[in-house]
């Protein structure tokens, strides 16, 4: 089985597409979280993914769009892109991030936004450390794909030990499953990257190779730029997007 990863889209249509444009060759579409948020097209990405039947769960931007996060927990900027997102969005589109579930299992990988231990919270996994407790959830499956940082990287651990490897991936590259491990895998953003790669980052599992290959992919990220500037969205958040930052 071949899965396609794309996360963190965050309305950001030019870059969905080249996403889905370079994983046309596999069976099953997955995105851990926030669809919407920061950016200006946030009808068409929620249409794409109900079109392409996307595997998707919710992020945080997404709860705080259909009100069942606090608008208190973003920055400014986050916060008018939600507002701005609300007053955009479709009853059909609002109606469908409110069906997202928080997590997603398979017999093949478990899928979460933040942390697996307290979906509901998303914690950021940002270190070893913060990785641990999402190790604790998942014995019974050796991958978890997460999102939510923006930054392409994965965490492994072997199994009975408490202490687990984290390796940047901003570049992209191939990640070898070993037998015996672990591994909690961001693939990056798709169209919000901070990992000072301005290039959507997009994932693929191959159960039968035992791989998750990173690639990032160039977009035409001015035509994004243009539009959020046409919307009246904070400048930071289209400014950001030339540095990946």
Known sequence: MRYGIISDIHSNLEALNAALESIQDVDVLLCPGDVVGY??????????LREKQVVTI?????????????????????????????????????????GLPLTHRSEHFIMVHGSLSSPELFDYITTPWDARPTFVEMPACAV??????????????KSGETWADQIGMAAGGTIDLKPGFLYIVNCGSVGQPRDFNPNAGVGVYDTEAAMVEIRRLEYPV?????KMQDAGLPEPLWERLEYGA
């Open 222 to 226: 001015s035509v994004t730029q243009e």
């Open 144 to 157: 978890c794909f997460i999102g939510h940082t923006h930054i392409a990287e994965f965490y492994s651990r």
């Open 39 to 48: 950016g200006p097209n946030p009808n068409e990405c929620c249409e794409l």
């Open 58 to 98: 919710l992020g945080n931007h997404d709860a705080a769009v259909i009100g069942s996060m606090p608008l208190d927990w973003f920055n400014p900027y986050a916060r008018a892109a939600v507002e701005w997102t609300r007053d955009q969005l479709s009853p059909e589109n609002h109606a469908y991030l409110e």
